[in-house]
């Protein structure tokens, strides 16, 4: 009676074969699977080629009906980004359904619906900024071209965007401000009014009459050309300082920044010439020094 044997070497051989078989399988099936798919690539590339026209032409659209209106800058922005985000929400969509057929737009919605929860957790930075610039967008207030101050920045709005705000300095530089930091924190508008009012500090000696004095200054800054007489000018005593009584000088004047330095310099030369013209002193700190002992005079000629 004979018996068979299988030796291991074998069992080693015939499992490297049907793993190789198998693997092959699997790669016929893919190419396979990815032949038949070209078509149904080569439409939702076509898909989002119409998309990205469609994109294009709506905000040129929707830039020419908002030029014929006295829409603000910044919501224009607003309802171009709006408009480009519903276009291509929607290529997008119809792309991925035409890939994997299977997908449905209801499945999909719901599939974002439950990802919005994680993705909303892991940028909430971002969504953050997002809301504030839709916010921003939407006042009235802080409009393109103002001069702002927030923060300790103080600059131009240049442009506004749903995630950040780009500012740009007196001094030249642009800084890219986070919507939120805008949007929680108080702006103050430089350039809200067209007018602004200004002020500076005018000493003079105590010896001086006062209401002459007050006289001379009024009359000095409102012969500056760009000082708005119909606002009117202040001119109040407001302290007694070390070697002076201080008159603090408020008037009115354009309200860009360069407008308050030019106004500021016009009207300091204006308030220095006017009280030289009458006599008037402007004192610089006195310093009296005073000393325990007699301190003794140097006689005689230096050698």
Not at 89 to 95: E, H, K, V
Not at 158 to 170: A, D, F, Q, S
């Amino acid at each position: 009676m004979q018996t068979e044997t299988t030796t291991p070497s074998g069992d080693r051989t015939d499992t490297t074969l049907n793993t190789l078989a198998t693997l092959q399988d699997q790669l016929f099936d893919m190419g396979d699977g990815m032949i038949r798919a070209l078509p149904n690539l080569a439409i939702a590339f076509i898909v989002l080629l119409i998309t990205w026209i469609l994109a294009k032409f709506a905000i040129k659209f929707a830039d020419r009906l908002a030029g014929k209106t006295a829409m603000r800058p910044s919501l224009r922005n607003l309802i171009d980004t709006l408009v480009k985000l519903g276009i291509w929400l929607f290529g997008l969509m119809a792309a991925l359904t035409i890939i994997m057929p299977g997908l449905t737009p209801a499945s999909l919605i719901a599939g974002l619906g439950i990802g919005a929860v994680a993705i909303g957790f892991a940028f909430q930075d971002i969504f953050e900024n997002f809301l504030a610039g839709v916010l921003i967008m939407l006042r009235e207030k802080m409009r393109i071209g103002d001069v702002i101050e927030c923060d300790g920045i103080t600059g131009k709005v240049e442009h506004i965007t749903l995630r950040e705000t780009y500012v740009r300095k007196l001094s030249g530089e642009v800084t890219l401000v986070p919507n939120s930091m805008l949007f929680k924190n108080p702006v103050e508008i430089l350039t809200d009014d067209e007018q602004r009012r200004h002020e500076t500090i005018a000493g003079v000696s105590y010896d001086t009459d006062l209401d002459e004095a007050a006289a001379v200054i009024r009359q000095a800054v409102e012969s500056v050309d760009a000082v708005i007489l119909d606002k009117g000018v202040d001119v109040f005593a407001c302290e007694f300082n070390s070697s002076s009584v201080d008159f603090k000088v408020r008037w009115w004047a354009g309200s860009k920044p360069r407008d308050g330095h030019e106004s500021r310099d016009a009207v300091i030369r204006a308030i220095k010439r006017a009280l030289d013209d009458a006599g008037i002193e402007i004192p610089f700190p006195y310093v009296t020094h005073t000393f325990k002992e007699a301190v003794p005079l140097a006689t005689g000629t230096p050698s």
